[in-house]
């Protein structure tokens, strides 16, 4: 399974952008699709931003509810996240993690590349 995310880029505070994180197989076949993030500073660890399931099932950071929506077009073998009312502080290298089971319950697991989020005016 391979992962290509976009989207990123530079943006004020209190803006928008929309990730994309676009799979080579179906989304049917993933069980679960998370954003992380991994802010500038040295030493500071990957974070879990959100995430959905093959079901629908989301969660999300306590620092970003209500600002991030993740959702998937299966039609399109893609998750988004969506990032509004954008702080300082969500800046970061944004990347999208894959775990997929097979029919004996092994799991495999899968990054996509990272995209830069800037958040400053």
């Known amino acids: 399974v391979q992962l290509v995310v976009s989207g990123g880029g530079l943006v004020q505070p209190g803006g928008s952008l929309r990730l994309s994180c676009a799979a080579s197989t179906s989304l049917l076949s993933i069980n679960s699709i998370t954003w992380y993030r991994q802010a500038p500073a040295p030493g500071n660890q990957r974070e879990v931003v959100?995430?959905?399931?093959?079901?629908?099932?989301?969660s999300y950071a306590e620092s970003v509810k209500d600002r991030f929506t993740v959702s998937r077009d299966n039609a399109k073998n893609t998750v988004y996240l969506q990032m509004n009312n954008l702080l300082a502080e969500d800046t970061g290298v944004y990347s999208c993690?894959?775990?997929?089971?097979?029919?004996?319950?092994?799991?495999?697991?899968?990054w996509g590349q990272g995209t830069q989020v800037t958040v400053s005016s």
């Open positions: 959100a995430y959905i399931s093959r079901d629908g099932i989301v």
């Open positions: 993690y894959a775990i997929v089971y097979d029919r004996d319950g092994f799991s495999s697991t899968y």
